[in-house]
């Protein structure tokens, strides 16, 4: 159940990961936030039981090192993340590099630094009281983590005053993440303590991640605060998928009428065919399609179908046509009206197509 529960979040975080990597090349933003979900996908499926075996064959408990790294470089990627959308991310950037680097370097040296590791499944509880390079190992990473959750709930509570819809949803799963997190460090020391204190420590079996508290706090809240962390670092992405959605479909809609004005109009095609995202795209298709529209004749106050038949009727050559003045208009309007025009050019094209082809059979 255990490894179920670390693989599927793992796969989970992995896959929104790798489709942030494919949008960030697209878009130009949102690198890090692509390095932090593969991070913490990662570090998952390092730490699931069954990957732990495997991995403890190159080197003993060495899925348990490669997990906690892979965790704190995404901590840190997703403390950087919640600064980029607050717009504090210059602010305390480098502390935040520094104390990362430290972290990594410090957690890599201890633990080679210690002999006598446990193959299997990385459990150190039986071995901090005669390996102080354990104890340092756990407190520095938990310190660590500590550092990092305190600053992303931080950033995220001075946030969500000043934001709003699916921003401020976001940012309110992050915070939730957040208590869920700092619940499994302080059970972390809490654990490492108790250890310390015992001469015989024996690590509690654990049936299910919620099966007992301390099971929940090493297990389960790990779990649920990714979950958390991968949904709210989603939500305020999906009114800009929502956006990009309909600029494909006006794309689409566009792009009979838009071919047959540049086919008439060659000068209204621009030199620069348009940005890498498709909201830039869009804008020049939209100014290529205003421009053939006005040197047609069609003015802005032309019912849709009267501007596609318009259209529609101009002759196959080329001409000198003076474009008339035309009003501004805000975007959202000019899109519905182009989209009005496309539409109906789009039926009467189709229309014309089909009186044709019985009689060319």
């Known amino acids: 159940m255990i490894d179920v529960l ?3 979040v793992g796969v989970f975080a992995l896959a929104v990961g790798i489709w942030r990597v494919v949008r960030a090349r697209r878009t130009g933003a949102g690198a890090g936030l692509a390095v932090s979900l593969i991070a913490l996908g990662a570090a998952f499926c390092f730490l699931a039981n069954r990957a732990q075996l495997v991995e403890s064959e190159i080197y003993p408990s060495l899925g348990r090192l490669l997990s906690n790294l892979a965790t704190m470089v995404a901590a ?8 980029e959308i607050s717009g504090t991310r210059d602010r305390g950037r480098r502390t935040r590099l520094v104390a990362l680097a430290v972290a990594l370097a410090l957690l890599t040296v201890m633990f080679f630094g210690t002999r006598g590791l446990p193959r299997g499944v990385g459990v150190f509880d ?6 102080p ?3 340092v190992y756990v407190f520095v990473y938990t310190a660590y983590l500590g550092f990092a959750v305190l600053d992303i709930g931080v950033v995220a509570a001075v946030t969500i005053r000043a934001s709003g819809g699916a921003l401020r949803a976001g940012l309110a799963v992050l915070l939730l993440a957040s208590a869920f997190a700092v619940a499994y460090l302080a059970g972390k ?3 490492t303590i108790r250890a310390l204190q015992s001469d015989h420590p024996v690590q509690a079996l654990c049936r299910g991640p919620f099966s007992t508290l301390p099971c929940a706090l090493d297990v389960g809240f790990p779990a649920v605060s990714v979950l958390l962390i991968v949904v709210g670092l989603t ?9 990009a959605r309909r600029d494909a479909k006006t794309l689409r809609l566009l792009r009979p009428l838009r071919e047959h004005l540049t086919r008439r109009f060659p000068d209204i095609v621009r030199i620069d065919p348009g940005g890498s995202s498709r909201r830039e795209r869009l804008l020049t298709a939209m100014s290529e399609t ?3 529209l006005i040197l047609a004749g069609v003015t802005p106050g032309l019912p849709a179908r009267a501007a596609a038949r318009l259209v529609r009727d101009l002759p196959d050559e080329p001409g000198e046509t003076e474009p008339p003045a035309a009003a501004a208009e805000p975007f959202a309007a000019d899109v519905a009206r182009l989209r009005a025009i496309a539409r109906a050019y789009r039926k009467l094209d189709n229309a014309t197509a089909d009186e044709v082809s019985p009689q060319a059979g």
Do not use: K, M, Q, S
């Not at 840190?76 to 600064?83: D, M």
């Open 189 to 191: 020391v809490v654990a």
């Open 76 to 83: 840190y990627g997703i403390g950087l993340t919640v600064a």
């Open 133 to 135: 390079t354990l104890v």
């Open 290 to 292: 205003n421009d053939g």
């Open 235 to 243: 939500i305020p992405a999906i009114p800009g998928l929502a956006a």
């Open 126 to 131: 039986e071995l901090y009281r005669t390996h």
């Open 6 to 8: 670390f693989l599927g």
